[in-house]
């Protein structure tokens, strides 16, 4: 037994329970310093989607609670006009990965930023968001609330990302296998600006602005081994059979980590009901007094 101290009248610790103490007061230190409460977040892709030494794989980030300070980036007026205020928003939360390494942004997947996305709206304000839908059956629209809480993960059956954070799939027609991965934020800016040039470009042409075979250009990384950015563009110009990229893109779809956004409707008029309908997004998902 340890001796009675003035810090612990009346007790005498053990060894065990002297250690326990002094962990939970060195706890408790630290969340006084703590100028703001954060939670750590689980991603959908569970950090195995990442390159090995990406602080995202660990699978979690850590968020701190929104204040004024962040709301001041949600009305921003510069921001929304730009489209990037949801970014920003999110950039200014993520503290870290949960084990003190910071996180780049732009390396995180859609489906993680869908997670932390909600994560935000819940611990900003409140799981409960109010939606208005209209009935697939009759077109009656109805309010209901949806619990952000309940949303899952979509279940990947990807498996595990080589070091560099890619995977191989065998086109079941041409039985070429590609290596490839999963588009980052990053990557989705990229595509979204090549279609951008795309566009101006066939502006009095054919108005064909190839953002399908863009995205295919930046999510193949190697075509049988061979990765030279030359072969690759040759093979998702002239020689991606449509129904292997029919193929690709459902392999894609099946195992890419995301939140699962379907929620249960049921309506009031018709009696009509379906299980997975889309959740819709609309401006009280960030600006619920709006």
Not at 77 to 100: R, T, W
Not at 164 to 182: A, C, I, Q, Y
Not at 227 to 245: G, P, Q
């Amino acid at each position: 037994m340890n001796k009675v101290t003035d810090d612990y009248p009346g007790k005498a610790l053990s060894t065990d329970e002297l250690k326990q103490k002094l962990a939970s007061d060195a706890n408790t230190s630290l969340i006084k310093e703590s100028k703001f409460p954060t939670e750590i977040i689980e991603l959908p892709s569970k950090g195995l989607i990442y390159p090995k030494d990406s602080a995202l794989s660990s699978g979690k980030v850590e968020m701190k609670y929104m204040t004024a300070k962040e709301e001041d980036i949600l009305t921003s007026s510069n921001l929304i006009q730009k489209g990037v205020v949801i970014d920003a928003l999110l950039m200014a939360l993520i503290i870290g990965n949960g084990e003190g390494r910071s996180v780049n942004y732009n390396d995180l997947i859609i489906g993680d930023k869908n997670a932390i996305m909600i994560a935000a709206r819940v611990l900003g304000y409140g799981a409960e968001y109010p939606v208005e839908m209209s009935c697939p059956a009759c077109g009656v629209k109805q309010k209901q609330v949806v619990d952000l809480t309940s949303l899952e993960n979509k279940v990947s059956e990807m498996g595990s990302a080589d070091a560099e954070g890619r995977f191989e799939f065998t086109l079941p027609v041409s039985k070429k296998v590609l290596t490839f991965k999963v588009l980052t934020h990053a990557d989705e800016k990229l595509v979204e600006a090549e279609a951008k040039r795309m566009k101006k470009k066939t502006i009095g042409g054919n108005g064909v602005t190839y953002e399908l075979t863009s995205r295919f250009k930046y999510m193949i990384t190697a075509v049988d081994g061979e990765d030279d950015k030359a072969t690759i563009k040759a093979f998702v110009d002239n020689e991606f059979l449509s129904r292997d990229s029919l193929a690709f893109r459902k392999h894609i779809q099946t195992v890419s980590p995301d939140v699962d956004m379907t929620i249960y409707f049921e309506c009031d008029a018709c009696g009509h009901e379906d299980a997975s309908v889309q959740m819709p997004m609309n401006v009280q998902f960030f600006w619920p007094g709006a």
